[in-house]
């Protein structure tokens, strides 16, 4: 079967660091995404790796390691803005999706 | 350039009809992919079209179709609609080459009475 597990809820502070973490098992794997969505918007593209490391983009970081079918996404100095539903999905010849971690950022 | 756009945002049917929701990608985009969003079950893929042809095409019943027009345009058709189809219906269309790059719309609001 495939499976990805993330957690479904994570609660941090303005200014603090988070980190939502990505397992999966998949038949296939080409690379994993990021996605942000904010309650009643559409899903944004945030993050992908094809290979193991890390990869910044301003605020955001995401880190791969395909030996241990792990990945996770970093938000450092968390902001109010940045509470929404974060997906992790892995891209074998479509997008699965996890189920998605809520992240609460509170003042 | 304009965005992924779907019609219509909001619905609603009753158990047995059909329905049809229609979907606008980036101009550009030749993939388009959909999308089912419940609280219970995520995003759930449906199915996935490139320059008119089903590419692939996720573990949902035959009751839900789709196709992609010349212009890239998609529609998907659900018939003898169930109550556990009311969803958040989500498209979004890539460039084909960096189809983990997806760009979605705002969805269609499909509840079932």
């Known amino acids: 079967g495939q499976s990805l597990e993330q957690p479904s809820e994570v609660t941090a502070v303005e200014g603090a660091i988070v980190q939502i973490n990505c397992t999966y098992q998949t038949s296939g794997f080409y690379g994993l995404s990021w996605y942000q969505q904010h309650d009643g918007g559409a899903p944004t593209f945030l993050s992908y790796?094809?290979?193991?490391g890390l990869e910044e983009t301003g605020r955001f970081s995401s880190f791969l390691s395909r030996s241990d079918s792990y990945g996770y996404l970093l938000l450092q100095e968390l902001q109010m803005k940045d509470s929404a539903s974060y997906f992790c999905?892995?891209?074998?010849?479509?997008?699965?999706f996890g189920q998605g971690t809520e992240l609460s950022v509170k003042p | 350039k304009a965005g992924v756009t779907q019609t219509p945002r909001y619905l609603i049917k009753t158990r047995g009809q059909q329905v049809t929701l229609s979907c606008s990608p980036i101009?550009?985009?030749?993939?388009v992919s959909w999308y089912q969003q419940t609280p219970g079950q995520g995003l759930q893929f449906l199915f996935e079209y490139f320059s008119e042809t089903q590419r692939n095409k996720g573990n949902f019943p035959g009751r839900f179709s789709g196709r992609q027009f010349s212009n890239s345009r998609s529609e998907m058709n659900v018939s003898t609609l169930e109550l556990g189809d009311s969803a958040l219906y989500l498209c979004?269309?890539?460039?084909?080459?960096?189809?983990?790059?997806?760009?979605f719309g705002p969805g269609t609001r499909l509840t079932v009475t």
């Open positions: 790796n094809a290979l193991d």
């Open positions: 979004a269309s890539s460039t084909g080459g960096r189809d983990y790059e997806q760009y």
């Open positions: 999905a892995v891209r074998d010849r479509k997008l699965i």
């Open positions: 101009s550009g985009h030749r993939s």
